[in-house]
Protein backbone atom coordinates (compact mmCIF):
# COMPACT_ATOMS: atom_id res chain seq x y z
CA UNK A 1 0.00 0.00 0.00
CA UNK A 2 1.68 3.16 -0.74
CA UNK A 3 1.30 5.74 1.56
CA UNK A 4 3.01 9.74 1.34
CA UNK A 5 3.48 11.08 5.14
CA UNK A 6 4.08 14.75 5.43
CA UNK A 7 5.58 16.49 8.02
CA UNK A 8 7.85 19.15 8.97
CA UNK A 9 4.60 21.98 9.18
CA UNK A 10 4.51 24.88 11.87
CA UNK A 11 4.08 28.40 12.82
CA UNK A 12 6.68 30.78 12.41
CA UNK A 13 6.81 34.41 11.58
CA UNK A 14 6.84 36.01 8.18
CA UNK A 15 10.39 36.22 6.66
CA UNK A 16 11.54 32.70 8.46
CA UNK A 17 12.09 29.27 7.14
CA UNK A 18 10.79 26.08 7.20
CA UNK A 19 11.49 22.78 5.39
CA UNK A 20 8.62 20.28 4.65
CA UNK A 21 9.30 16.60 5.00
CA UNK A 22 7.15 13.75 2.61
CA UNK A 23 8.06 10.19 3.60
CA UNK A 24 6.86 7.71 0.86
CA UNK A 25 6.26 3.66 1.27
CA UNK A 26 5.14 0.99 -0.40
CA UNK A 27 6.28 2.00 -3.73
CA UNK A 28 9.82 1.31 -4.67
CA UNK A 29 10.10 2.14 -8.52
CA UNK A 30 10.81 6.29 -9.72
CA UNK A 31 7.77 8.45 -9.95
CA UNK A 32 6.71 9.80 -13.10
CA UNK A 33 6.97 13.12 -10.66
CA UNK A 34 6.18 14.08 -7.79
CA UNK A 35 4.70 17.65 -6.18
CA UNK A 36 3.91 19.58 -3.27
CA UNK A 37 0.37 21.02 -3.05
CA UNK A 38 -1.27 24.04 -0.80
CA UNK A 39 -4.51 24.53 0.07
CA UNK A 40 -6.07 27.88 2.20
CA UNK A 41 -9.59 27.80 4.16
CA UNK A 42 -11.55 28.89 1.01
CA UNK A 43 -9.44 28.54 -1.93
CA UNK A 44 -8.96 25.40 -4.04
CA UNK A 45 -5.73 23.68 -3.95
CA UNK A 46 -3.50 24.55 -5.97
CA UNK A 47 0.33 23.23 -7.35
CA UNK A 48 3.08 24.99 -5.58
CA UNK A 49 5.96 22.79 -7.18
CA UNK A 50 6.68 20.04 -9.14
CA UNK A 51 10.07 17.45 -9.55
CA UNK A 52 10.16 15.01 -12.42
CA UNK A 53 11.69 11.94 -12.37
CA UNK A 54 14.86 13.33 -14.22
CA UNK A 55 15.12 16.14 -11.57
CA UNK A 56 13.46 18.91 -13.26
CA UNK A 57 11.80 21.06 -11.12
CA UNK A 58 8.85 23.75 -11.96
CA UNK A 59 7.40 26.72 -9.37
CA UNK A 60 4.04 28.34 -9.12
CA UNK A 61 5.35 31.94 -9.75
CA UNK A 62 3.83 32.75 -6.26
CA UNK A 63 7.12 31.05 -4.40
CA UNK A 64 9.80 31.17 -7.35
CA UNK A 65 12.89 31.75 -5.75
CA UNK A 66 11.54 31.43 -2.48
CA UNK A 67 10.68 27.55 -2.28
CA UNK A 68 12.95 25.05 -3.64
CA UNK A 69 11.68 21.12 -4.21
CA UNK A 70 14.22 18.01 -3.86
CA UNK A 71 14.46 14.68 -3.25
CA UNK A 72 16.47 11.97 -2.19
CA UNK A 73 15.54 8.67 -3.77
CA UNK A 74 17.74 6.43 -1.50
CA UNK A 75 15.64 7.88 1.14
CA UNK A 76 11.89 7.47 -0.10
CA UNK A 77 11.92 11.16 0.81
CA UNK A 78 10.21 14.59 -0.92
CA UNK A 79 11.44 17.39 0.45
CA UNK A 80 9.86 21.08 0.49
CA UNK A 81 12.55 23.98 1.50
CA UNK A 82 10.63 27.54 2.20
CA UNK A 83 12.26 30.56 2.71
CA UNK A 84 11.22 34.34 3.31
CA UNK A 85 7.49 32.97 4.12
CA UNK A 86 4.94 35.41 4.00
CA UNK A 87 1.25 35.41 5.75
CA UNK A 88 -0.15 33.98 2.66
CA UNK A 89 1.44 31.07 2.51
CA UNK A 90 -0.25 29.50 5.28
CA UNK A 91 -1.93 26.69 3.96
CA UNK A 92 -2.37 23.19 4.39
CA UNK A 93 0.54 21.39 2.30
CA UNK A 94 0.05 18.04 0.58
CA UNK A 95 2.60 16.09 -0.70
CA UNK A 96 1.51 14.29 -4.26
CA UNK A 97 3.01 11.65 -6.75
CA UNK A 98 2.00 10.49 -10.00
CA UNK A 99 2.86 6.41 -11.54
CA UNK A 100 3.37 7.75 -14.90
CA UNK A 101 5.60 9.97 -16.69
CA UNK A 102 3.41 13.50 -17.65
CA UNK A 103 2.81 16.90 -15.32
CA UNK A 104 1.89 17.13 -12.26
CA UNK A 105 0.29 20.85 -11.95
CA UNK A 106 -2.58 19.86 -11.29
CA UNK A 107 -4.83 17.73 -8.72
CA UNK A 108 -6.43 15.85 -11.34
CA UNK A 109 -2.96 14.36 -12.50
CA UNK A 110 -2.17 13.08 -9.29
CA UNK A 111 -2.07 9.67 -8.32
CA UNK A 112 -1.51 9.54 -4.74
CA UNK A 113 -1.55 12.14 -1.88
CA UNK A 114 -0.34 12.26 1.87
CA UNK A 115 -2.90 13.88 4.44
CA UNK A 116 -0.71 17.06 4.72
CA UNK A 117 1.14 19.20 7.04
CA UNK A 118 -0.21 22.58 8.53
CA UNK A 119 2.04 26.29 7.76
CA UNK A 120 0.61 29.47 9.57
CA UNK A 121 2.58 32.19 8.47
CA UNK A 122 1.89 35.20 10.97
CA UNK A 123 2.82 39.01 10.36
Known amino acids: QVQLVESGGGSVQAGGSLRLYCAVS????????MSWFRQAPGKEREGVAT???????SYADSVKGRFTISKDSAKNTLYLQMNSLKPEDTAMYYC?????????????????WGKGTLVTISS
Open 51 to 57: IKSDGTT
Open 96 to 112: AARVALGRCAYAYDIDY
Open 26 to 33: GYTYNWGC
